[in-house]
Every structure is written in C-alpha cells, then in structure tokens.
C-alpha cells in the first residue's frame, strides 16, 4: 500500500509532457486497452450529440431545427462513429486490458503491433471527424458524409457525392479496419500462444472463448469491408466500375460486400458483450457459470451461423424467392444458440445469491432487454414481415435494443465491475445506481416505443415527417427519453472522474471474484503477475479460497 | 387510426403478410411472457436477503437434460416459423401474372416517382392510379421497378410489403386493392437530401373511375400560343419537363400534360393551388430544399404567366 502511494506521488511529480509521452509511446497492453476506452468515451459523447440533435429534430412533425443535409450528416456520422469509433474501440479496450491478465501472460504475444492497431483506429477517427473542415475539398465551406453508415451505392458515386466527404469516411474505415485486423490477429495468437501452465482452452475464461471467436469473426468480416472501401476508391478516382451503376456497375454487389461485414459485426460487438455477463453473473450470483461447455458451443455456434446470415438485410432488393428462403432459415437458427445462452445464464442465477451491485443491476437489465431484441430480431427474420418493416423505425429501434439495451448495458457493467482493478478505486455504488435508473428509464422510453412509428409506417433517415400518420405522439416520447439517457451519461462520468480522484482504495479482489486478474494488485504492475500463475481449473482463485472443495475436482 | 399502419391491409400481398405477423407475434409473445417470467422469478427469488450467512450457495455445474430440452425445444419452434414463412413468400413472390393485369413501369428518381402505362400508352408522376381488384374478377397491378438514379424503395403499407428500386437491378412487385380511396406511403430507401419528402399516393378507383381517368391521360395538350406557354417553351423548363403535343419534351423531371389532374407537387410534399404552383416555380427550396427543380429566377409576369399556362394543363 504504501510503495503505491510512493510511486503514484512519485509519478505525479513528473513534467506532464514525460507522462504523456510515456502513453504516447507506450506497448502496454494496460495502457493502450485504456487509451481504447478513453478514445471511445470521447466519441460516444460526440456521436450522442449527433443523436441528440436528430431526436430533436423529429420532436413534431415538420420541425424545421436543422436542415435536411446538416440532420443527413447526423445519422450518417452517428453510425459510423458508434459502430467504429465507439463500440469497436470498447470491445478491443476491454480485449486488450483484460485477455493477458485473464490467461495470465505478461503482455499481449505482439506489443508493437498492440500500439500501431491502437494508432491506425485513432487515425480513422480523425479523418473521419476531419470531414466536416474538409469534407467538401474546393466546392465550399466544408460538409461531413451524408451517404447512411452503409453507404450504399450508387449514392457514393462522384455523381452523387461530390467533394471529398465520401473520401475522408473510406479512409476513416479503411485505417480503423486495418487497426481492427491487427488487434485481432494479437488477440489470437494471444489466446492461443500465451496462457499459462495448466490453463487448457477448456480451462479459459468464458471472457477469452468468447474474444478468441469475436478476434475470428473480425478477420473474417473486417476484411470484404476494407477491400469494398478499396474498390471505392478505384471507382471514384482511378476510373473503376464496380458500384458504378451509371457505367454497368452494381449497387447489389456493394449491398453484399457491406453485409458480409455487417452482420457479423453485430456478432463481434455481441460477442464481448456476453463476455462480460458471463463473467459477472456468476460472481454476483456466487456460482459457477452454469454449462460451460455448451457456452462455448453455443459460441462457435453463433461465430459459424453468423457468417450465413447477412442478405437478411436484403430482403427488400428482389431476392429469388429461394434465397430470401435461405436467409430466413439461417437467420431464425442462430436464435438456437443465443437461446442457450439465456438460459444458462438464467441457471445460472437459479439458486444463487444475487448480490445487486451495480455491475448486477446492468447485467439482468441486459438479459431482459436482450430477451426483447432478439424476439424483435425473429419478427425480422420472417421476410415477409421485414418487406413490411425493413427500413422502418421498428429496425431502428431493434437494432438499438441489441447494442444499446444489450452491448452498451453490458458495457457499463463491465466498466464498473473492473474500475476498481484498473484504477486501484473504488467507484460511488450510489452515483453507480443513479446512473443505473436514469438510463434504464431513457432507455425504455426511447427505444421501446420506437418500436411503434416503424409499425404505422415510418421509415429511417427522414429528417421531417407528415402530420396525421399516427407518429407525432411516439417520436416526442421517444425524444423525451434522451434527457434521461443523457443525464445517465453525465452521471457516469462524473462518478468514474469523481472515483478516480476520490475513490475507496480497492484492495486486490473487491468483489471476492474467482478470475486471475484479481489475485494481482490494483491496478496490475507493468509485468502483470509476479510470478506466473498455475491454474487447475476454470476459477483458479475459488480454489484457492476453498481448497476443501475445490473446482477441478468436477471439471 | 394511422393512414399507413402495416396492421390496416387492404391488399392480397399486405393480408398475407398481416396473417402471418399475427402468428409470429403470438409465437414470439408467448416465448417472451415464459422465459420474462422464469428471469423475474430468479431475480427476485435468489438475491441476497439480510440476514443471509455469507456462505456460499451449492455450485452448480450443468445438466445435460435440462440443456437438450432448451436445445430441442426452440428448434422445434423455429422449424415451425421457417415452415409458415416460407410459404407467404411463396404465395406473393410466385404469384400468377393475369394477362389482365394493369401494367406499371415505376422509375423512382431523386426525389420523385415516375409512371408509366405501357399498354395504355400513359406517363405520369406522382400519384398512381390503379383500379379495384374484385376477388372474384382479380384486377391486379404489376410494378416493374426501376431506377433512373439512386436507391429508392416503394412502400405502401396497408397494400404491400417494400421493394426496392436499384439501378441496373429491375425489380417487380404487385398488388391487388380490394377498396377504393387513397392509400399513401413513402420511399422507404435512403436516396438522398430530400429522401423524406419523397412521398408515395395510390388512388384506388373504381373501374368506371378507373376507364375515365385512363381517357383523359391519354389526350395530349392543345398548343395554346399564350405568353406563358412560350415563356415555358423558351426558358430552361423544357429541358426536364414533357408536355405532350407541345415542343416541351424534356424526361429529367416530372410529365406536365396532365399537371392540373394531380392533387399535390413535389411529390406529395405539398397540395396544388395555383399560390403552391407559383412559390414552387419561384423557389423550389422554401418547398423542397435540396431538390432537383432549380428556381428559375423569372420575373414576376412571366412568373404569373407560366403559371396561368400550367394552370391550363388538365
């Protein structure tokens, strides 16, 4: 305790351009999984601001707040950033903090490639936001992209979009999908060169299982969208046709490049977010996660099926009849196995000791919500019925349910469960279940209704809308719950700035936990474990605390 | 009762599919109302109570059984939907083609609709006009989808689910209206600026209603020689705009021969009045900003004179 105090006082007495330029440089896959996090909190303000700015514009119909180009380049910077520059750059942070510590390994298997995938998805983010000074190159005063997060041709064409807007959102993609590329192939090699004696892969974390298949999925999906976005390029500067649909080109073939990435991505984002519940819900609920095995089935189960599944996003283009069949059919199996996964966690609270921390509170708020957005996800899968609600608001609020009411409630719960690991503090629980409560109702209120617009016929990406469809009610309730949702933010903030500052010290394991990374001091030293670790069993510290009855004996 | 509700069908194709979504959403709802209760038992049921030892409760590990059955059990469901499924998309993609059937060429441009009748020898923007389609004696009308610049998606609620027009991508779709009246819709793919007022009108008639709207579509206009009429044909109008029997023979826009049968401009964003008519001419971006119509900077008499001349284009 008191060598920590010594070597924080000691840090802190140090010109601050050394202590930056210590995270400047740095190969520490503590310090750039951090630096992911930072960097995506940045971003997820920016692009809740964009969101912002849309809902208010949508209050009442015929709302004249922003013009259609400027609300255009709302909904087209708020996907982009909150897909690639928010919940990618999370999950990777999370990764890269927590897959070392978990296997316990020293560091990542490639620290340098660790710090240039970092740099590459930064640099993504500065050209994209650098689009709305240069977007718009000699023709003007400078414009963001307005082409939607999926860019479908041939609205990408110079025909259609002139300047450079288009330009600065394929490099933003291009250079982020390099960093992703490169984070994934060290998350794998990580997992599978780095862990330490005795911990077999039936031995990982679930935590790891489930990043070692979203680190596949990403070379998998990232791959077609980078050598669409290349394409792009050719198409727009070198004279290439392939989207170009003024010159024999095809706006289908964009379709598919776009959702071979697409869907699985949903999958890769998904995957970290079941990570984390599956490693809090047992710890709150003081049992061991129930089916392991048949987790990670379920796991390579969903990694496999989502790669078949992406023209269900299609439906609408005029298929062939069996193809749409095809697509139904994949899309509604993958429900077996996120099923599975539901159900186990169920188990796994079934006879516990639920303990409502607040990692807890988000946790079962997910499995709720996550229950919804798949059911709504089935509804999709049925053609038919998405010929219906395709492109509509009921789409817009089920895919929020997925990463909002899903991955982001997951991801909070992770932030508030590994705080104090990270930070060495504990956080407020009271600011912690305040935040809890603000969200969880703007949650309910903004996307819950939403479900509704979609159903009486309003579709996505319209900046204004016609009185007298039934829709004015619905999308004022749905605006109303940002203020609830952006007060759930601040909150969060103020209690992870007001924690770090002020916070409890947390002693090594706060949460009585059963994984390595808590038998290390908070936070870890450079070098991680002391001594590196030999386990026996899936919660090598369970049986340390209860060597009478320990773990391995049944695995 | 909204206007555009998927819940409201009037049409073979939106029927189906309402069936279908009643079977979907009571499946989905019942597995929702099971598994909503098992989690709120377990939530409340197991927490922590004061007063609790701070034991540790058995550790559980798994159960094959209870895994087969959450296994089994969902299969069996979703074989049951996939089957249902599969046979609405059979019905309304593998549907008869009568050789009675109305015949439409839909071209969606940025941000208005182009129609034409290829057997009836019409052209017109807008708003569609199809006839009743009786049960007994189907009526039903074809769309075949094409687009002349961006992705556009044509979306009647209450007459049929959404296709989608995509360049070089020909597309088709029917539907069959079983009332009268006039049903609306929207594009439904993002398409560009003004995506949102891209607005779609069906106008179902009776087959009477039907025979003399077809009647008049057919006649070209009368050369009128009035001043507004050559102002039209000697300003930049006629480089987008047809109007048939005149020298105006332009196809970037909307046809005007019929301009004054058409209840709104703008593709539905506003009605046509001849004050509408005039502002749109004038300023097309206080109506529509970011459309394709340029303003044509015209002065004020000429401005009048155009529009008494459009006025006359019935």
Redesign the interface.
């Known amino acids: 305790m008191s060598t920590n105090t010594l070597t924080l006082s000691e840090l802190s007495t140090r010109p601050l351009t050394l202590r930056l330029h210590e995270w400047v440089t740095t190969v520490d896959h503590k310090r750039l999984g951090i630096l992911y996090i930072l960097y995506a909190l940045v971003f997820l303000a920016l692009g809740g601001i964009e969101a912002t700015i849309m809902r208010l514009q949508l209050i009442r119909p015929h709302n004249e707040l922003v013009?259609?180009?400027v609300f255009?380049r709302m909904f087209t910077m708020h996907g982009t950033t909150m897909i690639f520059f928010v919940a990618m750059p999370l999950v990777f942070g999370f990764a890269n903090y927590l897959v070392p510590l978990m296997i316990g390994a020293r560091d990542m298997a490639f620290p340098r490639l660790n710090a240039f995938s970092f740099w590459m998805s930064a640099l993504g983010g500065l050209f994209l936001y650098f689009s709305f000074f240069g977007g718009d190159g000699l023709y003007g005063a400078g414009s963001a992209p307005?082409v939607?997060w999926f860019a479908?041709a041939?609205?990408t064409a110079k025909?259609?979009s002139v300047g450079h807007s288009t330009d600065f959102w394929t490099l933003s993609l291009l250079s982020s999908g390099i960093g992703s590329i490169g984070t994934a192939i060290n998350i794998i090699t990580t997992i599978l060169c780095m862990r330490c004696p005795g911990m077999t892969l039936g031995k990982m974390p679930l935590l790891v299982w489930l990043n070692l298949v979203m680190a596949g999925l990403v070379i998998l999906a990232v791959s077609p969208l980078s050598a669409a976005q290349i394409m792009l390029v050719v198409d727009r500067y070198l004279g290439g046709h392939f989207f170009d649909?003024?010159a024999?080109?095809?706006?289908?073939i964009w379709m598919h490049f776009f959702w071979i990435f697409g869907h699985p991505e949903v999958y890769v984002l998904v995957l970290p977010a079941f990570a984390f519940a599956s490693e809090i819900i047992p710890v709150f609920?003081?049992?061991?996660i129930?089916?392991?095995?048949?987790m990670v089935l379920a796991t390579v189960a969903i990694g496999f099926i989502g790669m078949s599944v992406w023209a269900h996003h299609m439906f609408?283009?005029?298929m062939?009849?069996g193809a749409?069949?095809f697509f139904?059919?994949s899309t509604?199996?993958i429900?077996?196995p996120t099923?599975?996964k539901?159900?186990?966690w169920?188990?796994t609270?079934?006879?516990?000791?639920?303990?409502?921390a607040t990692p807890m509170l988000f946790c079962?708020a997910f499995?709720?919500q996550f229950?919804?957005a798949g059911?709504?996800g089935?509804?999709l899968a049925?053609?038919?019925?998405?010929?219906?609600?395709?492109?509509?608001y009921y789409v817009v609020a089920h895919f929020h349910y997925v990463i909002v009411g899903g991955i982001l409630f997951c991801i909070f719960a992770a932030f508030y469960y590994w705080f104090p690991k990270a930070s060495g503090k504990l956080y407020s629980e009271a600011l912690g279940k305040l935040h809890f409560w603000l969200f969880f109702i703007g949650f309910h209120l903004t996307f819950d209704f939403m479900h509704v617009p979609g159903?009486?016929?309003?579709?996505?990406?319209?900046?204004?809308?016609?009185p007298?469809?039934?829709?004015d009610i619905w999308n004022l309730i749905v605006t109303i719950g940002v203020v609830f949702q952006a007060a759930g933010i601040l909150v969060f903030a103020a209690n992870l700035l007001w924690s770090y500052l002020r916070g409890k010290t947390a002693g090594n394991d706060p949460w009585d936990a059963w994984t390595l990374e808590w038998s290390t001091s908070s936070p870890p030293p450079v070098y991680n474990y002391a001594a590196v670790p030999n386990v026996r069993s899936r919660r090598p510290l369970w049986d340390l605390k209860?060597s009478e009855d320990p773990?391995w004996r049944?695995? | 009762?909204?206007?555009?509700?998927?819940?409201a069908p009037v049409s073979t194709p939106?029927q189906?599919?309402f069936g279908?979504?009643i079977f979907?959403?009571v499946t989905?709802a019942a597995?929702?109302v099971v598994?909503?209760s098992?989690?709120a038992y377990?939530?409340v049921k197991?927490?922590?109570k004061q007063g609790?030892d701070s034991s540790?409760?058995?550790?559980?590990?798994?159960?094959t059984q209870?895994?087969l059955a959450?296994?089994v059990i969902?299969?069996l469901i979703?074989v049951a939907?996939?089957l249902a499924?599969?046979r609405?998309?059979?019905a309304?993609?593998?549907a008869p083609h009568p050789s009675g059937a109305v015949e439409v060429i839909v071209t969606g441009h940025q941000y208005w609709w182009e129609y034409r009748y290829p057997k009836l020898n019409i052209v017109t923007a807008n708003e569609l006009h199809v006839p009743v389609s009786d049960p007994a004696h189907p009526t039903p009308t074809f769309l075949t989808?094409l687009s002349a610049?961006?992705?556009h998606?044509f979306?009647v609620?209450r007459l049929?689910?959404?296709?989608?027009l995509?360049?070089?991508?020909p597309?088709?779709m029917w539907i069959d209206p079983h009332e009268t009246g006039l049903f609306?819709?929207?594009?439904?793919?993002?398409?560009?600026?003004?995506?949102?007022?891209m607005?779609l009108r069906v106008y179902v008639q009776s087959p009477e209603d039907f025979e003399r709207w077809v009647h008049e579509q057919q006649q070209s206009a009368q050369p009128t020689s009035s001043a507004g009429e050559r102002v039209f044909e000697s300003a930049a109008c006629v480089n987008c705009h047809t109007v048939s029997g005149t020298p105006a023979v332009g196809k970037f826009g909307p046809d005007l021969t019929h301009l004054m049968s058409r209840e709104t401009l703008a593709s539905g964003a506003v009605k046509n009045t001849p004050e509408i008519l005039r502002l749109w001419i004038k300023n097309p971006d206080a109506i529509k900003?970011?459309s394709k119509m340029p303003a044509m900077g015209l002065n004020d008499p000429d401005l009048d004179a155009v529009t008494a001349y459009l006025e006359t284009l019935r």
């Open positions: 013009s259609p180009q255009n307005d939607g479908y041939p609205l025909t259609f649909t003024q024999g080109g095809s706006a289908v609920s003081r049992k061991a129930f089916g392991y095995p048949v609408t283009i005029g062939s009849a749409n069949t139904v059919l509604m199996a429900a077996v099923g599975i539901i159900f186990n169920l188990a609270m079934w006879g516990g000791r639920i303990r409502y079962v499995l709720f229950l919804v059911l709504t089935v509804t049925v053609a038919p019925l998405n010929w219906q609600l395709g492109n509509s159903i009486l016929g309003m579709p996505r990406r319209i900046y204004t809308y016609e007298g469809r039934g829709w209860h773990d049944y695995e | 009762m909204s206007p555009t509700s998927i819940f939106a189906s599919i279908l979504s979907v959403l989905v597995i929702f598994v909503f098992l989690l377990a939530a197991y927490r922590n609790d540790e409760p058995a550790q559980v590990y798994g159960s209870v895994e959450w296994t969902p299969v979703v939907l996939f499924t599969t609405v998309i059979l309304i993609q593998n989808l610049d961006t992705d998606s979306w609620p049929g689910g959404k296709t989608d995509i360049p070089n991508h597309n088709q609306l819709g929207q594009c439904a793919q993002y398409c560009g600026t003004q995506h949102a007022k607005l900003p970011g």
